[in-house]
């Protein structure tokens, strides 16, 4: 992933939002959020080294896990998002389809299904990370005229992403189909795109998520976008299936919605939301 190198893009929070299955027909946004994690962090374990003849021990990073998020939300009662996240950590759920947005409409986070493969296939439901709900807490209220309110805690079960290209903010641009095919198992798809992917700031060996045929997004990977107006999208090192698996080509067009993760981007303008 290459280096974001615009300017300060500091965001403030008032405008996040967390959404569940996003871009399928029955999508849910959690209501009530008063705090929200974005997935990226971790935490490395230390080891104190420590030696005769000298006073101060050593520290050493070792191992490393990803670190817990907390969803702080005022209590909705009977809100199907918070059932659902009920349901979740009471079922031990891997929410594969969730995205955590910097400003609801644009910028996210989400899982990065090509750095963490399985088996064969690239959909939501063969990678391995997504959002487990640990901890479900007791709605509670500290004072008659305080809101009644809980803390969700969720861990990642793998990497996630930071998806800062996008074709539109709130759709595709003129997608075509050039070409598709399969090879040993491993499906790409040329498309045509009007130049605009060097000029939203879409890199080689970028994690793509496809929004577009309404059931599940689809997951691919750039391989080659030295033609401005041309880029390859591959499966990735999972392979398997076949074009049409990775998304409905016949469908991919001004409906569609291409995201890139970690992008680099040349300046403030390139930055479309």
């Known amino acids: ?19 569940i299955n996003k871009a399928t ?11 929200l994690g974005l997935a990226l962090g971790f935490e490395q374990s230390t080891v104190e080294v ?14 490393a896990k990803l670190s817990e998020i907390s969803v702080n939300a005022n209590f909705v009662p009977g809100d199907a998002s918070q059932e659902y996240l009920k349901n979740a950590a009471m079922a031990n759920t891997n929410i594969k389809n969730v995205r955590m947005y910097l400003k609801d409409g644009c910028h996210f986070t989400a899982p990065d299904q090509i750095s963490n493969p399985t088996s064969a296939g690239n959909g939501l439901a063969t990678g391995d990370s997504g959002l487990n ?29 930071l998806f800062i290209a996008h074709t539109s903010p709130n759709g595709g641009a003129n997608i075509a189909v050039l070409s598709e095919a ?3 198992g491993a499906a790409t798809i040329e498309l045509i795109d ?4 060097d000029t939203l700031g879409f890199e080689d060996g970028d994690t793509i998520l496809i929004d577009g045929d309404g059931t599940t997004p689809k997951y691919a990977q ?3 976008g030295a033609n401005t107006d041309i880029i390859t999208l591959t499966l990735g090192a999972s392979g398997g ?5 990775l998304v409905d080509a016949a469908a991919m067009s001004a409906s569609s919605a291409v995201h890139g993760a970690s992008p680099s981007v040349v300046s403030e303008s390139d930055v479309v939301c």
Do not use: C
């Open 182 to 184: 399969t090879n040993l």
């Open 133 to 161: 709900v640990g901890n479900y807490g007791d709605p509670s209220a500290g004072s008659k005229n305080a809101l009644f309110a809980n803390t969700i805690t969720m861990a990642p079960s793998g990497s996630f992403a």
């Open 50 to 63: 420590s030696e005769m003849g000298r006073r101060l021990d050593s520290i050493v990073y070792s191992g």
């Open 194 to 197: 009007n130049t605009i992917w």
């Open 1 to 19: 992933m290459a280096t974001i190198t615009v300017g300060n893009n500091y965001v403030v929070a008032g405008n996040s939002a967390m959404w």
């Open 222 to 224: 750039i391989a080659s």
């Open 25 to 35: 027909a029955t999508p849910l946004k959690v209501r009530g959020l008063q705090g």
């Open 241 to 245: 299936g076949d074009a049409a698996s």
